[in-house]
């Protein structure tokens, strides 16, 4: 079992940065691949950004690269997710969540575990 809590969300303005932070108990962290998704208001949850379990491969959804970086300290056994440049439509719930392989994955259904999300607000 794996638990994840999200922090580091708030409401900033349209240019800002925020760095998210998802911290994992269990001892196999390092073994497992981690992914960021998030949600708006009446939208479906979607993918931002994987990691494998080393934080040698890493992928994005088109929206965010240039912008959002994922990464990942196993010595800590937590994700981050920097995030420059917001937008507003960047505003929804960030969540966490890891899967008992080793290998991203953009799917959702692939993911094991989940955070209980963070909310992020960027006003313009």
């Known amino acids: 079992q794996v638990q994840l809590v999200e922090s580091g969300g708030g409401l900033v303005q349209a240019g800002d940065s925020l760095r998210l932070s998802c911290a994992a108990s269990?001892?196999?962290?390092?073994?497992?691949?981690m992914g960021w998704f998030r949600q708006a208001p009446g939208k479906e949850r979607e993918f931002v950004a994987a990691?494998?379990?080393?934080?040698?491969?890493?992928y994005y959804v088109d929206s965010v690269k240039g912008r959002f970086t994922i990464s990942r300290d196993n010595g800590k056994n937590t994700a981050y997710l920097q995030m420059n440049s917001l937008k507003p439509e960047d505003t929804a719930v960030y969540y966490c969540a890891a899967r008992r392989y080793s290998g991203w994955s953009s799917t959702l259904y692939e993911y094991d575990w989940w955070g209980q999300g963070t909310q992020v607000t960027v006003s313009s």
């Open positions: 990691i494998n379990w080393s934080g040698g491969s890493t």
């Open positions: 269990g001892r196999t962290f390092s073994s497992y691949a």
